[in-house]
């Protein structure tokens, strides 16, 4: 196989050509195959999994190298819409020092950094002790199982064991490099529904008005402790994000009032001891709350210290800059990962992802391109 000549990689036109894929869950519009073409092109060994149903996301698996220590970089190239405001989010522009784009930062410039960088990293090392294998999927935004666990599944037994795994999602807050987030809390949304008796509401004797009910229940869960002392890690929360009744009269005692809450919780619990105590209160409370729960995700913590130095080590040396470590934000695929190897997130700066005008600084695909060219040198060369 002829290879591609490194001058033909630029991360900055990679990021340009994946941004102008307007690859929106699930679809994909041949960004996959792309890349895969580019993987090949450097080395890699690519598989392109297709569908598994008609509206299912493409994933893709490239590995190159041989030996034990196998470290993943796991990414996604769907993106999520415009938004409700008008913009041109798939033809990438430049502006005063920006690149602007749905995806830039989250995440195909991250992508297109970690493609470049494996190139040069392979060229000069072309016998490196190792496995680099890059997992891709279609669905990270909307999160099916047809994603990144529909990925893990079948790459698991090919190329596992897995011995660390980056993720390229865009950690950094500000400036590029100034954050890895070591892990997240885990997810867990709640449906709480307060049953009663709908009668009038000049005589409550002949009613149970459900609306108190549902609301002392709300208070006993957002104001309860979960942790004494978090540590370092993220403390515990949960958020009430909507209360319906959907009763538009004052002179009738409603039935039935609805609640939806989230909570991120702290590594020191697990999703099943959460539902465990919110059923023991909902019980102690009357027999009329009946709650719906839905685990997202479990907490997780980074604790793999090679791989953490070798990235901290190459973000000082490429960027000048000691990064903070997190463990707040939103759950990503990381979570997936956690529980076959520890699981490290790093890449383009985040704050305006999701945005209408999406943008990182021009300078940055090349800048992170180095920060992970330094970072596979610190980790596969160094003990
Ligand atoms: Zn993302």
Redesign the pocket.
């Known amino acids: 196989m002829r290879l591609l000549p490194l001058s033909a990689l630029s991360p900055l036109e990679l990021t340009r050509a994946l941004v102008a894929f307007p690859s929106i869950t699930p679809k994909d519009e041949g960004c996959l195959a792309f890349l895969k073409d580019i993987f090949q092109g450097i080395g890699f060994v690519t598989t392109l999994l297709e569908p598994t149903n008609p509206d299912g996301p493409w994933n893709l698996c490239a590995a190159c190298g041989s030996g034990e220590k196998t470290l993943v970089f796991l990414?996604?190239t769907d993106?999520v819409p415009e938004g409700t405001e008008p913009w041109d989010a798939f033809s990438p522009r430049e502006e005063d020092g920006f690149l602007i784009g749905r995806g830039v930062?989250?995440?195909k410039g991250g992508i297109a950094a970690f493609v470049v960088a494996s190139a040069r990293f392979l060229q000069k090392y072309p016998h490196f002790s190792g496995k680099i294998v890059v997992l891709l999927t279609g669905d990270?935004?909307v999160g099916t199982p047809d994603g990144a666990q529909a990925l893990l599944s079948w790459a698991i037994p090919r190329y596992g064991p897995f011995t660390s795994c980056l993720v390229g999602?865009?950690s950094s807050y500000r400036l590029l490099g100034d954050n890895i987030a070591l892990g997240h809390r885990g997810s867990l949304d709640l449906h709480i529904t307060a049953h009663g008796l709908q009668g009038h509401a000049a005589s409550p004797e002949r009613a149970r008005n459900p609306i108190p009910l549902l609301l002392r229940y709300l208070d006993k869960i957002t104001q309860h402790v979960w942790e004494q002392d978090p540590g370092d890690f993220a403390a515990s929360h949960l958020e009430v994000t909507s209360i319906d009744v959907g009763n538009p009269v004052s002179n009738i005692i409603p039935s039935r009032a609805e609640a939806r809450a989230n909570i991120r919780f702290h590594l020191q619990h697990t999703s099943n001891d959460i539902i465990r105590q919110m059923q023991t209160w909902a019980t102690e409370m009357s027999p009329d709350l009946i709650i719906e729960f839905c685990a997202n995700g479990e907490s997780f913590l980074c604790q793999d210290e090679h791989m953490t130095q070798a990235l901290e080590k190459a973000i000082k040396s490429v960027l000048n800059i000691t990064p903070q470590y997190s463990t707040g934000g939103g759950t990503?695929?990381g979570r997936f990962i956690s529980s076959h190897c520890p699981a490290i997130e790093f890449?383009m700066v985040c704050n305006t992802?999701h945005h209408k005008n999406e943008r990182i600084p021009v300078a940055d695909c090349e800048r992170l391109t180095q920060v992970y060219e330094i970072f596979l040198q610190n980790f596969f060369l160094e003990s």
Do not use: L, S
């Open positions: 990414g996604h993106v930062a989250d995440m990270e935004e999602e865009p990503t695929d890449g992802i």
